[in-house]
C-alpha cells in the first residue's frame, strides 16, 4: 500500500505540462494592425491579411508585414511574448524560393536558435510549417529570405507553449510527493 501511495504522489507532482496555444488570426479585421490583439503577445510590422482561401489555410484570414506580402530581415515581424514559451510554430501559405526564416531570441536578444524552408517557384500553393523548439523564448523575428519579386506570403496557424507556472495546487502536489518521498526513506531507514 506504501509503495502504491509513494507512486502516486511521485506521479501527481511530475505530470503537470503546457497546453498548446493556437491562434489562426481569422478574429482580427482586414488591413487592421496585429500589435497587442492578443492577450500576453505583442507584434511589430505585422497587419490581417486575406489568405484568399489558399491551401491549408484555415479561414479567411492570416497575417503579412506592414510593408505586404514580401518583406525581409531588414523589415521582420516581431512577436514578444509576456510570459516566455517553449515551443513556437506557425503557417507559411504560397512559400517559394525566397524562404521564410524564424529566428527565436532569449530575455537578453540572444539568438537560441532558427529554421529556414523553401518552397518552389513563387510559391503557388506551397504550404510548410516553420519551427523552432527551445526553452525561454522571449521573442520571435520572421522574415523573407529572398527578394524574388512575386514570391509573397501569408502567415496562418500560430502555435505557441507558453512555459509553465506553477499553481498552488501544483506546490501543494510537489510538498505531498516530497512528504511521501520522506515517509518512504524514513521507513526505509527503520528497516
Known amino acids: 500500500m506504501r509503495q502504491y501511495f509513494f507512486a502516486t504522489a511521485l506521479s501527481l507532482t511530475l505530470s503537470f505540462g503546457a497546453q498548446a496555444n493556437t491562434i489562426d ?3 482580427g479585421s482586414l488591413d487592421e494592425l496585429v500589435g497587442s490583439f492578443y492577450s500576453g503577445l505583442k507584434f511589430s510590422e505585422a497587419r490581417f491579411a486575406e489568405n484568399y482561401g489558399l491551401p491549408n489555410s484555415s479561414g479567411a484570414m492570416g497575417i503579412i508585414s506592414s510593408n505586404g506580402y514580401q518583406w525581409d530581415a531588414n523589415n521582420p515581424i ?27 531570441y532569449d530575455e537578453n536578444k540572444y539568438l537560441l536558435g532558427s529554421d529556414t524552408k523553401y518552397g518552389t517557384g513563387i510559391g503557388t500553393g506551397f504550404y510548410d510549417i516553420v519551427s523552432v523548439a527551445y526553452s525561454d523564448i522571449a521573442s ?16 496562418d ?6 512555459e509553465p507556472i506553477p499553481e498552488p495546487e501544483t506546490y501543494a502536489l510537489m510538498g505531498l510527493g516530497l512528504v511521501a518521498l520522506l515517509f518512504h526513506r524514513r521507513n526505509i531507514l527503520k528497516k
Open 140 to 155: 520571435i523575428e520572421m522574415f523573407q529570405v529572398g527578394n524574388e519579386f512575386g514570391d509573397g506570403i501569408i502567415l
Open 25 to 27: 488570426f481569422d478574429t
Open 157 to 162: 496557424n500560430m502555435s505557441y507553449i507558453p
Open 78 to 104: 516581431t512577436i514578444q511574448f509576456k510570459n516566455g514559451i517553449s515551443d513556437f510554430s506557425i503557417g507559411v501559405l504560397d512559400l517559394g524560393v525566397n524562404g521564410f526564416t524564424i529566428n527565436a
